[in-house]
């Protein structure tokens, strides 16, 4: 097993900087809530795009998170790293697709990302606990952004946004 990673060791290597959120994932505590918000100055950036372009920049990004997070997670030795915050950072994004550019539906979408990462109903923690490598990692936040988004697409039909 490598020792544990830091700031300077994800310099040295993209795919575990990548992996980590850049550096989110290092946070002391709740590493996966900062890779959470990492996503929402990118979904500030994206939410402009079409939809479809949305979806299929979701889709790349997703894909390539099953092979960077698979690596890390073969490179350090540990079945999915708690530091190993692309992840959360895909998820967000999923929960976030298709609401309001401000901040409350912003906000809302997180706080609904999290509960559903940290909550994982069913099927979320069967995804967790059943498959293997960075399907694993990745499948599982994808499924609870699926369900944050269709939560909060639920909140904006009552609320008529």
């Not at 900062?34 to 939809?51: D, Q």
């Not at 490179?75 to 298709?98: K, T």
Request: proline residues 8%; contains cysteine; aromatic residues 14%.
């Amino acid at each position: 097993m490598t020792p544990p990673p830091t700031f300077a060791s994800l310099l040295r290597n993209p795919v575990h900087a990548a992996a980590f959120g850049f550096g989110a994932g290092l946070a002391p505590f709740a590493p996966g809530t900062f890779g959470s918000l990492v996503a929402l100055p990118l979904y500030w950036l994206l939410a402009p795009l079409a939809a479809p372009v949305y979806a299929v920049l979701l889709a790349l990004l997703f894909l390539v998170g099953v092979w960077v997070t698979a690596r890390t997670e073969h490179d350090l030795g540990v079945h999915d790293h708690s530091g190993i915050v692309l992840d959360e950072i895909v998820g967000q994004l999923v929960a976030l697709f298709l609401a309001p550019l401000n901040l409350v539906w912003m906000l809302l979408g997180f706080g609904l990302f999290r509960l559903f990462d940290i909550w994982k109903p069913w099927p979320i923690r069967w995804l967790n606990d059943r498959m293997p490598g960075g399907w694993g990692i990745m499948l599982d936040d994808l499924a609870a952004g699926v369900a944050a988004a269709l939560c909060l697409q639920g909140l904006m039909y009552v609320y008529g946004q």
